[in-house]
């Protein structure tokens, strides 16, 4: 968390703009009030809550699906991955677009369109209108956390952003449990259909609290060009301590996203032979495993850090580990099943910790 509190966030260099757009004043330390709070953290975490939610539920929906659409198991990946698809390949233009127009804007904006495709989603029959609401869903939900981000690094000073973004990075996880259990045990009562139009609606409502409540960002950045911003990315790319980096952050993280997403509710059920609820409450503890921990990275790299270990190292233990505990889950050894998958959820969100390792390759511009 330390890394994601860093005003070097975004690809689309967002410490430089940060410190461009936020004068001595807004930099300055401000008390945690109340209205602070409602204006700034709880829509754009609203925001991450929901996105979460949209990530995680087609592993406990995949029985329902597979059901009423006579889905394959290639079409359910599919319609699982396009979402991601759609998510990453808006990742570089949308850190342009938060420096440029501010959170603000950028946020309500995204989150409309996941509204739109989460209803599309809802109403859809065919796998064809399902995939096009799902890629609506990626990209509309796919600023949710550098939005919220950038939002409080505008308004906060450093000191208070640990404990801010391990809080906002926790709602990710709420939402990621409350797709699971709450999702199972609500689809009882209403349909699948009938609960994709409800998150529509709550993306929609979400959308209006950010344009509503959230301050403006101060004014636009005019003193760095769309060149500037583009060259500033392929200096990242280019650079040879990112590309010792990103690599393996990206595959764990890619890992542990397709897994938890669906995979491991597919593993749980062919492989492991357990009862659909079994597999929720499996999901579940990985939900509440992936909130915790969304805290205790930040917490226990920020302590590590002060002992003399480089954030290197924490990151290199944390990929071995995450390695580890997915071949003791192929081998099926005999480790308690809530062990293997929570440490799973836990260890495949370390790669928060390449944010430090590349927050101090880079100077703020």
């Keep these: ?35 602070t709070a409602l204006q700034i953290f709880v829509p754009f975490a609203a925001g991450y ?25 290639r079409t359910l990946g599919l319609l699982t991955s396009v979402y991601f698809l759609t998510f990453a390949a808006f990742q ?21 369109i996941a509204a739109a495709g989460a209803a599309m989603f809802g109403l859809g029959h065919s796998v064809a209108v399902l995939l096009t609401g799902r890629a609506l869903i990626g990209l509309g939900t796919s600023g949710a956390l550098m939005t919220g981000l950038k939002a409080l690094v505008l308004r906060f000073d450093k ?12 709602c990710g996880g709420l939402g990621a449990t409350a797709a699971t259990e709450p999702v199972h045990l609500i689809v009882r009562l209403i349909d699948w259909h009938v609960l994709f139009l409800g998150l529509a609606v709550a993306s929609l409502a979400t ?50 996203f397709a897994v938890q997403s669906l995979w491991a509710a597919r593993w749980m059920a062919d492989v492991s032979r357990f009862p659909p609820e079994a597999v929720i409450t499996h999901l579940f503890a990985m939900g509440i495993a992936l909130t915790v921990g969304a805290v205790l990275i930040g917490v226990a790299g920020g302590v590590l850090k002060r002992r003399g270990v480089a954030p290197q190292t924490s990151f290199s233990y944390a990929c071995a580990v995450f390695v580890i505990l997915q071949a003791l889950v192929v081998t099926r050894a005999p480790v308690p099943a809530f062990a293997l998958w929570s440490g799973f959820a836990v260890f495949g969100a370390m790669t928060t910790l390449s944010y430090t390792i590349l927050a101090e390759l880079f100077p703020s511009e």
Excluded: H, Q, W
């Excluded at 000191?159 to 926790?170: A, K, Q, S, V």
């Design 1 to 35: 968390m330390d890394a994601l509190s860093s005003d070097r966030v975004c690809p689309g260099l967002d410490g430089a703009m940060a410190d461009r757009e936020a004068g001595p004043s807004m930099r300055a330390s401000k008390p945690l009030l109340p209205r």
């Design 49 to 73: 809550f929901l996105s979460y939610v949209f990530r995680t539920i087609d592993a406990t929906l995949a029985g329902e699906l597979v059901r009423s659409l006579a889905l394959d198991a």
């Design 92 to 112: 570089l233009p949308l850190g342009m677009l938060i420096d440029r127009f501010g959170p603000r804007r950028v946020g309500a904006s995204l989150l409309t």
């Design 159 to 170: 000191d208070r952003l640990p404990l801010l973004n391990g809080c906002f990075i926790m």
């Design 207 to 256: 959308a209006g609290a950010i344009a509503a409540l959230a301050p403006e960002a101060p004014s636009a950045v005019a003193a760095a060009s769309r060149g500037d911003l583009l060259r500033g990315v392929v200096r990242i790319y280019r650079d040879p301590g990112f590309l010792r980096i990103a690599p393996l952050s990206s595959a764990v993280i890619g890992t542990a």
